[in-house]
């Protein structure tokens, strides 16, 4: 059973668990975990089906092959490629899961998919003993796997086939596995993904879909594991409008051929989800490998920005991202213009995550809620603030911010907590007397 949590209106919830509310100031307007980790589902040509699986950065430079079907350096790792830049961490789904498996006399593909149709099983007499067979398994022209047995039930299965115990071993030069298809991506995939998905950790989820129906179903996942589930992360998606500090929307498309054009959307996830909570993204320099759309005038900028849009700009011959801004636009009492900006937003969920993991961990159902317990409380999100301060992450904190009193039943106990998050430099307005 996942325990609770979200935001809190009165003091009446029933599940255990940690419920956090983020206000603006009043005004006219314990360890600090990694952050890096991202999710996305993926169009695959291979891999596994049904299932989120974990692939870190070091894995897809060694083993990109055998996750993914392609070699790391292949154009269709492009998207990939830009999200590992920045990005330690994916939790990946295969959306193109229930398509059919590549075969032949021999073997079958261990996944399904199109990649399949590129593998070929080639059997040759080995050279010094003609009762043994040499059997390569070959994708492209490159050998991924050789085997010296005398029987196919000596065959043991590799990274990319199963090899069938009916077949009779005979010399041949390369025969092709046939029949691979990729699943139908549709709302159900993207369903399924959701699905999967939730029990897991991570800091932004990403999503390419470019019709609106798709991404107003992340657009409400994301809100409802924020607002009521209280499973903080961003989500980016491409040229949506949601009006939520929990949506990231993408405004460039790309122009690469065979690509979607929300294919910056890999390199935005990857930034976001690797972004110190004490860093901003803004100026941050493109340095991918798509060709994205970037011209734009100063009007449409000030109109992206204005409309809550991730826009990316060229500065002479860079591509720059303008603001590190999440797509909220409509203010309240409660979430003033702060709540617009990346870095308080990365800040807030940092706070909400960490407190929720300590309170969860160490006080749920262990530590008596009384006067020396609450203290216990508060000395640990009191040193917790301080390391934020520490990394310049939030200022101007004191131990007077943070008071933790007793609930309005036995078992629960109030936070209050007064934070001012420090936001890179933006604007620069310089006066020069001149003599």
């Known amino acids: ?25 009043a005004s006219a307007n314990a360890a600090l975990s990694e952050r890096g980790i991202a999710t996305m589902p993926l169009e695959l040509d291979w891999g596994v089906d049904g299932a989120v699986f974990e692939v870190s950065s070091g894995d897809f430079q060694k083993n990109s092959l055998k996750i993914f079907g392609y070699d790391c350096t292949h154009d269709k790792m492009k998207g990939l490629r830009d999200l590992f830049r920045n990005t330690r ?60 047995v005398g029987s ?42 959701l699905d999967k998905i939730e ?50 929307s993408v405004k460039n498309r790309t122009l690469d051929s065979g ?17 110190g ?11 991918g490998e798509f060709a994205v759309d970037a011209d734009y005038t100063q009007n449409e900028l000030k109109k992206a920005v204005k409309a809550g849009e991730f826009v990316l700009h060229k500065v002479g011959g860079d591509i720059r991202v303008l603001e590190d801004i999440s797509t909220m636009i409509t203010v309240s009492d409660t979430q003033g213009d702060i709540f617009k900006d990346n870095q308080t937003v990365r800040v807030m ?3 909400a995550n960490d407190i929720a993991v300590l309170f969860n961990t160490k006080y749920l159902g262990v530590v008596p809620n009384d006067a020396a317990g609450r203290i216990s409380l508060w000395s640990d999100i009191v040193k917790y603030h301080e390391r934020l301060q520490e990394i310049r992450a939030i200022e101007d904190f004191s131990d007077s911010d943070v ?24 604007r620069l307005y310089m006066t020069v007397a001149v003599a």
């Open 1 to 25: 059973m996942a325990l609770g949590g979200g935001t809190f209106i009165t003091q009446n919830k029933e599940l255990p668990g940690a419920y956090i509310n983020f206000i603006s100031a």
């Open 89 to 148: 961490t994916l939790y990946a789904y295969k959306l193109t899961s229930g398509g059919t498996k590549a075969e032949n006399t021999y073997a079958e593909a261990l996944y399904a998919g199109i990649r399949g149709n590129d593998l070929k099983i080639a059997i040759q007499v080995n050279a010094d003993d003609d009762t043994l067979f040499d059997v390569k398994t070959v994708l492209d022209t490159a050998v991924v796997d050789e085997q010296t």
């Open 152 to 193: 196919v039930a000596e065959l043991a299965a590799n990274d990319f086939v199963r090899f069938k115990a009916s077949a009779a071993l005979e010399a041949t030069a390369a025969a092709s596995l046939t029949g691979g298809t990729n699943g139908t991506v549709d709302g159900t995939a993207y369903q399924a993904y």
């Open 199 to 248: 029990s897991y950790t991570y800091n932004v989820m990403g999503v390419a879909a470019t019709d609106e129906t798709t991404k107003a179903l992340f657009v409400s996942f994301v809100k409802r594991l924020r607002d009521e589930m209280g499973i903080k992360f961003q989500l980016v998606l491409y040229n949506k409008a949601a009006d939520y500090y929990g949506a990231v």
């Open 259 to 275: 690509w979607s054009e929300a294919g910056l959307i890999y390199w935005v996830t990857g930034i976001c989800a690797g972004c």
């Open 277 to 287: 909570v004490n860093k901003s993204n803004q100026n941050r320099l493109y340095d």
């Open 349 to 351: 969920d940092q706070i």
């Open 403 to 426: 008071t933790v009193e007793q609930g309005s039943t036995k078992k629960s106990v109030v936070v209050s907590d007064a934070v001012t998050v420090v936001n890179a430099m933006s």
